[in-house]
């Protein structure tokens, strides 16, 4: 992976689709319409925007098939931009600090295997039995407890936590603060005091899954928690135990999902959604930010208890209105009656 | 605390219940009814799942009195098996890492006091004034500020931050990237500023908290922020700045309690649960997940404001009704005097 | 900054107000009304608590103008108690640790700029390019990325990470385990999996920020994300890529904001606020906690969707009403039709 400045036929090369006008205009960054300069490659990606796009500053822009003509800059047209952007911006990130080996002030445990190309930070911990593979980054600080294994080229940021025996897939990236192993939620009442349940399940993530900031993901209770392939997770996630999320899922930040819950695959859930523990959501099931689930979902399809705001006189209205229903659907039967007497001595 | 295998009757020893069958057989691990195996105690709590505890293929299982010929496999009956539970996974959970001493790597200030018995983690920072008492275990990179105290026998995983002068009772368990004594959020406006009100309080801490992963208790503002004996907190609650929860409460994930809120004893409180500030929760109150608590309840029992998910069409047609609800209720009295008028005339 | 005690002459001259009685009397600290003694310098901020106020066992009080002759005790009288709060809670503030200079245990990478008088704690990791300014304090085990700046007589407290490249004003507060900077949440879908849009922008924060524990602020995708002066966060605030938060915005704990959204300045943020992406917010908005904010603000004004609980019967009733609206709206428009009949025939 190159970093700029690129000539285009150089990103085309990369990254496909089709270069109209110069093929030697060197472009350093990719940015928005908005605040493109010389020596930026701007993206058109939504119709809405052909404005932004004719005003750019932009060296070059990348364009629908169906916006061929927007511009006269030289441009890159592809099927999907957004797609596009997403290889592109691969290309113009820069290299992701980290030498291989492992930094003097990290602490390995003895009988800890660490592969040789992996990069451990300074100050972080490894315990005994731990497997860290090939081109593993740690960032500053992580703490990777026994038996914990990292799969190939995974990128864990500064200051994150695997409690022991918890596995992570190739390729993740895991972002700071995320917690990935601690103790469920589990307690027996007795006697008005509660019993700790010790949590012996693991956490097991599969490929390519990336975990938000200071995102939890508790071990399971007696079997494991699972993440499965591609998943992503944003940022400040709470994931009980026992719970399965399907591959390829998206969870957008803020969202909780209680213990032993099943989400399936494909599913996208907006963000500071709650879910509640033990259901089942099927797969391809989009779910609306700000939104309660309390019973399984077995069919696809999007579903929503968004409550909307409004200027806070007009809702305690409808807070009294709504307080108030038991009152109007006794009046409505009352109409009814009286109606249908009339109606009958006409 | 032994670590599994074990004979059943080694089992009923330590936990008490009834041996029915082979006191010989050897457990090594306690698992879930479906994903046991040979050398798997597993349990049964749930009379729904008696069919598959017929299809187990657990070497032994832990039954209620009421089920306790369900099954011919050797079993111990119990009272309460889930309670039974809590007390088993104690016997086959690994005894924690940590040999007594301080890590090379920590750094202990001078004039802070840790017990020998005490375990300090790799990067373990321990501030002046510090007290550590007989038999603590800090994780990796602990961070324990000046005239912090520790009671004993608690366990504090990797990446728990105590701010200066709080307080943590014996047995305690926190988890990592806990926060405990953050300052309050307390402002005074002036001239379309904020001016920053010194948070000079405390959080005390009882004995035998849990404190999940990420979560954060503000210290108080002037007076001190209170955690009682056996509250057990989840990941990623916020409790603000002078909040007290009585003993035993137990909090599920992503609740946020705001500033100088007492809940009462014996209370449980579903995840996500938002719970305004200056308000009094009675004890043994019952409050769902997605909960808005907006003024003080004196009564035990169970409040909910969840609003479960439909089909985003459905949902789109309730929240225009919920909107023209002022609408209908000028109709319905519209009807009424309408009807009234011809009844009259009748 | 001094730190108690101090004679109540002493106070004045650095706060102001007009002192009645003793000068010399000595005051440790402050304290509320209520669990004030002997030594401790109690407030009046709020007329209700008169009655606290004639009872308290304090040496001293801050009282507002109208409240002059409430009590008998030495008194500083003054216009706004709450902010004269703000200047005595900083008097009696204990000075934050930390000399001047780097930990032995801190990694500061070649090619850093710290100031001499910054403080930078032990296990701090500072990435090449990044710079310090004057009178900074690292509490421990903090993470500062490459090209990084602080701003002078800023504040991090332990476990703070700051990615690559995001830039902190001055005398900022940052508490444990907030995040600036992790990538924002952008994929791109293809082909059933999802393409990770490589987040190249910053965060960049004004002066006198305040930030609170475990809250994660994303770097901008393409263009920045932007904390003008001023502003305030509580706790477990997240904010997504391309958020801009006006200058002197407060915002409360466990609030989500999506990316792309835009905050005017001296807006009032409740806690658990659900604010969606890609809209705009006035200035001087006022959103109360809990509530959902689905489209753009245009006018200052106070908006609100918090549903408060009832007892678990009756919210379930409601409930069921809500669903039974269509129904409700249906049989009203068949009685309005059957009562114009009988009009019509009268």
Redesign the interface.
Known sequence: MSTGPLRLAEVVAHCGGELVGDPDVVVR????L??AGPGDLAFLSDARRRAEAAATRASALIVPETERDITTLPRIVCR?P??Y???A??L???PV?GAPGI?S?A?VAAGAEVAPSASI???C?V??GARIAANVML???C?VG?EVEIGPDSHL???V?I??RCSIGPRA?I???A?IG??G?G????G?????????GRVLIGA?V?I???T?I?RGA??DTVIED?V?L???I?I?HNCRIGA?T?I???T?I?GSTTIGK?CMIG??A?I?GHIEIADHVV?????????SITQP????????????RE?????A??????R??H??RE??R??AA??Q??
């Not at 960054?29 to 928005?32: F, G, L, M, N, T």
């Not at 399809?301 to 806070?312: H, N, Q, R």
């Open positions: 960054r990719i940015a928005s908005q605040s999907d957004y797609a952007l997403s290889r911006s691969a113009f990130q820069s600090a930094h002030t602490v930070g300074p100050g911990v315990e005994r960032g500053a600080h703490a026994e940021h500064a200051h936590t409690y022991p990236i972002h700071s603060g917690v601690a103790d939620f307690f027996a009442p007795e008005g005091k509660w019993l700790k349940i010790y949590q012996t390519d990336e938000g900031a200071n939890t508790d007696l079997d591609g992503k944003d940022n400040q709470q009980g390829h998206a957008a930040g803020c909780g209680a494909h963000g500071a709650m509640a779910i609306a930010g700000a939104t309660g689930i309390t019973k399809g999007i579903y929503s208890s968004a409550l909307p705001a409004t200027a806070v809702w305690r209205r409808s807070l209105h709504i307080r108030g229903l038991d109007i659907s009046r409505i109409l009814e009286r109606l009339m109606e001595d006409r």
